[in-house]
C-alpha cells in the first residue's frame, strides 16, 4: 500500500539550516504537505506544494518536490528554538479522501 | 471561527466503559476525519466522513463507532474501552475541492486504565 516514510529525529544548532526528509510511494499523489505539531497541540499546515511544482518558498521555509525519485524535502533557513516541533510530511489524492501521514520527524534546536 | 473544536481535552476511562468523543468544525468542510496518535507510529486513520448522514472506515476501525448527523458535527464513540485505545484522538476537516489541507483539531488526550 501507499506509505510516507521520515526520518524520526533532527537536531540543529540555532541560526543553522535544518532540512527535513520525506519519501512517498503513491505516484498519484496530487499535493504534498508539511505539517507542524507542537507539544500538546494538534497539527497545522505549514506549507504545500502542488505535484506538478518543483519548489516552492514561503519566507523562512523551502520546499522541494522530486517526483521522479518521489523525495520531499523541508528546508527552514534560520532555525530558532521556536521551530523546535514533530514535522509530518503527509500527502493527498485529488478526488479521493485519502490523505496518508509520515511518523514524524521531532527537529529539535539548540540554543 | 473557532474552526475546529474538540470536547472533552482529557479523560480518564476504566475498561469496559463508554464514552463519546465531539468534534466541532465551523468552516463547512465536507470532510472529517478521526485520527488516533501514538508514539512513533503517526497518525492513523479510524474512521471518515465525505458529507453529511455518510461515514467510512479508514485504517484502525476496530472498537469504534461514528456518526454525522449535522455536517459541522462528527462523534467518535467508544463502546467498550480497552487499554490499547490509550492513545491521542484528533478531528481534522477539509474541503473536498482544492489543495485538501486538513485542518486539525486541539486533541484529546484519552487514558484506559
Known amino acids: ?111 | 471561527n473557532a474552526g475546529v473544536t474538540q470536547t472533552p481535552k482529557f479523560r480518564v476511562l476504566k475498561t469496559g466503559q463508554s464514552m463519546t468523543l465531539l468534534c466541532a468544525q465551523d468552516m463547512n468542510h465536507e470532510y472529517m476525519y478521526w485520527y488516533r496518535q501514538d508514539p512513533g507510529m503517526g497518525l492513523r486513520l479510524i474512521h471518515y466522513s465525505v458529507g453529511e448522514g455518510t461515514t467510512a472506515k479508514g485504517e484502525v476501525p476496530d472498537g469504534y463507532n461514528v456518526s454525522r448527523l449535522k455536517k459541522q458535527n462528527f462523534l467518535l464513540g467508544l463502546e467498550s474501552a480497552a487499554p490499547s485505545q490509550t492513545s491521542v484522538y484528533f478531528c481534522a476537516s477539509s474541503y473536498r475541492t482544492g489543495s485538501y489541507e486538513q485542518y486539525f483539531g486541539p486533541g484529546t488526550r484519552l487514558t484506559v486504565t
Open chain 1, 1 to 111: 500500500g501507499e506509505d510516507v516514510e521520515q526520518s524520526l529525529f533532527l537536531s540543529v544548532r540555532e541560526g543553522d539550516s535544518s532540512v527535513i526528509n520525506c519519501t512517498y510511494t503513491d505516484s498519484s499523489s496530487t499535493y504534498l504537505y508539511w505539517y507542524k505539531q507542537e507539544p500538546g497541540a494538534g497539527l497545522q499546515l505549514l506549507t504545500y506544494i502542488f505535484s506538478n511544482m518543483d519548489m516552492k518558498q514561503d519566507q523562512r521555509l523551502t520546499v522541494l518536490l522530486n517526483k521522479k525519485d518521489k523525495h520531499l524535502s523541508l528546508r527552514i533557513a534560520d532555525t530558532q528554538t521556536g521551530d523546535s516541533a514533530i514535522y509530518f510530511c503527509a500527502e493527498s489524492t485529488s478526488g479521493t479522501y485519502k490523505y496518508i501521514f509520515g511518523t514524524g520527524t521531532r527537529l529539535k534546536v539548540l540554543a
